[in-house]
């Protein structure tokens, strides 16, 4: 069969699988949504959000683009942290980058990648931050994975900055953020257990931020 028209095939045979575990499955899902988690990740069709978490509809609610990036001017995801923190209320916010992203592999080429281009110098500029540390790194694999990490903590820092995220922190020191990164050859979540304060304490007096 072709794929296109097995797609809805698979969707009758998930939804009769569902309702044989739970015959209220999909009544209680309409009802309300209460997810813990905001997941913020990268686009690659690998690195399916609720998958590799092991979560069920209902559970995290996700933004995905290319590279997992917060950009500041970015109505999108900025519009999605804020219905997560103010109105969704979600407890954790999770960054999660992965080893082999394309997004982060061509930024690291000064190349002419047409329309990509703004979007990939957010990732440049995430280099330039960083640039003494990647720059030391001698194998150009081992160069490629810091970045991918040095990506997630920066788009963590763009988390911390935003004005929704910081006034809910103040009030109920929630929600914390944390930066991961998905191996894609092993299918292995790494928590990079990033320090947030610390993170913080060093931009603070540019930014103006408060703890998170
Ligand atoms: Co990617």
């Known amino acids: 069969m072709h794929l296109y028209r097995q797609i809805f095939e698979n969707n009758r045979k998930w939804v009769a699988s569902k309702i044989a575990q739970d015959a209220d499955f999909f009544e209680k899902l309409a009802a309300d949504q209460r997810p813990e988690f905001l997941y913020i990740g990268c686009s690659d069709s690998r690195v399916p959000a609720n998958e590799i978490m092991g979560l069920e509809p209902g559970e995290v609610f ?60 957010n990732i440049r500029d995430v280099y330039r931050l960083h640039q003494n540390e990647l720059d030391a790194i001698a194998g150009e694999q081992q160069r490629y994975d810091r970045l991918v990490e040095l990506n997630v903590l920066e788009q963590c820092i763009n988390v911390v900055k935003v004005a929704a995220v910081q006034q809910r922190y103040y009030e109920e020191q929630h929600p914390t953020v944390h930066g991961w990164v998905y191996d894609l050859h092993n299918g292995l979540l790494k928590d990079l257990n990033l320090d947030m304060e610390a993170e913080i304490s060093k931009i603070r007096k540019i930014y103006d931020l408060r703890s998170v």
């Open 62 to 121: 996700v933004h995905r683009n290319i590279a997992n990036l917060v950009v500041n001017t970015d109505l999108n995801v900025q519009s999605v942290i804020n219905y997560a923190v103010v109105h969704l209320q979600v407890s954790y916010i999770i960054i999660c980058g992965h080893y082999g992203c394309g997004g982060v592999k061509a930024a690291m080429l000064p190349k002419d990648l047409g329309l990509l281009n703004p979007w990939l110098r």
